[in-house]
């Protein structure tokens, strides 16, 4: 199922007329930022939703085409913006707090402040605007789902970055996921600045000094 605009026309309707999507990316990596997108879509897109035709879940979609997407969306977005927390605001803060705060900087970032917000999942606490907050919204509104691909995509070239500057972790690969090429390389190089030390399994190994058999 493609995500489309009924929500977007509901809100239309109802007077909100600079109608937001947000949704994050990273949120469960090992290292790196999480990083939150802000889509606002033209009233033309609302009515031929197709002119994004493609746009999903950005997990549901290859690199190559999330990467031609993204331009797609620069392109016909009337404004979006990019939040990004690095990994010691979000050990500080945690990882919820750290997302709130992405989205809500991703939302100042845009160039005309919304009257509505569609959010992947998340309700921002005492954010002064309409909100719908929906499980799996990217899968459901095209307008977080065009977030997502924003986040995604921002996120993952930041990871490349990453990867030039520390080659050992493989950022590049696995764009600071857990996996057994990121597992390994943490065993044997230890973290980097932007590694998150309060993750598994990491958190372990620097409270006991001993890595978990499994990581999560």
């Given amino acids: 199922m493609s995500p489309d605009v009924i929500e977007e026309l509901s809100l239309y309707k109802d007077g909100c007329h600079?109608?937001?999507?947000l949704d994050e990316a990273g949120r469960g990596c090992w290292a790196g930022p999480v990083v939150a997108a802000a889509v606002v879509l033209p009233l033309v897109v609302l009515h031929k939703p197709h002119l994004l035709s493609g746009v999903n879940d950005s997990?549901?979609?290859n690199q190559t085409r999330r990467a031609k997407l993204y331009q797609d969306i620069m392109c016909l977005a009337v404004g979006w913006g990019v939040g990004v927390v690095p990994s010691h605001v979000i050990d500080t803060h945690g990882i919820i707090a750290a997302t709130h705060l992405a989205m809500q900087i991703a939302i100042?970032?845009?160039?005309?402040?919304p009257?509505?917000?569609?959010?992947?999942?998340v309700t921002l606490?005492?954010?002064?605007?309409?909100q719908r907050s929906f499980v799996r919204g990217d899968a459901r509104c095209l307008s977080i789902a065009a977030a997502s691909?924003?986040?995604k995509v921002t996120r993952d070239r930041l990871m490349v970055a990453l990867w030039k500057a520390?080659?050992?972790?493989?950022?590049?690969q696995h764009k600071g996921y857990g996996t057994a090429v990121h597992y390994h390389a943490l065993?044997?190089?230890?973290?980097?600045?932007h590694h998150r030390r309060t993750f598994r399994p990491l958190s372990e190994f620097l409270t006991n000094g001993i890595w978990p058999d499994r990581a999560r």
């Avoid at 600079?18 to 999507?21: H, S």
């Avoid at 100042?108 to 402040?113: N, T």
């Avoid at 009257?115 to 999942?121: E, F, G, M, S, V």
Wanted: hydrophobic fraction near 40%; glycine fraction near 6%.
């Fill in 18 to 21: 600079v109608i937001a999507g």
């Fill in 166 to 172: 520390h080659p050992d972790y493989g950022f590049a």
């Fill in 187 to 193: 065993q044997r190089y230890g973290p980097s600045q």
């Fill in 108 to 113: 100042l970032k845009l160039p005309q402040l």
């Fill in 125 to 130: 606490k005492n954010w002064p605007c309409t």
């Fill in 149 to 151: 691909i924003i986040a």
């Fill in 115 to 121: 009257d509505a917000l569609l959010i992947d999942a």
């Fill in 59 to 61: 997990k549901q979609v």
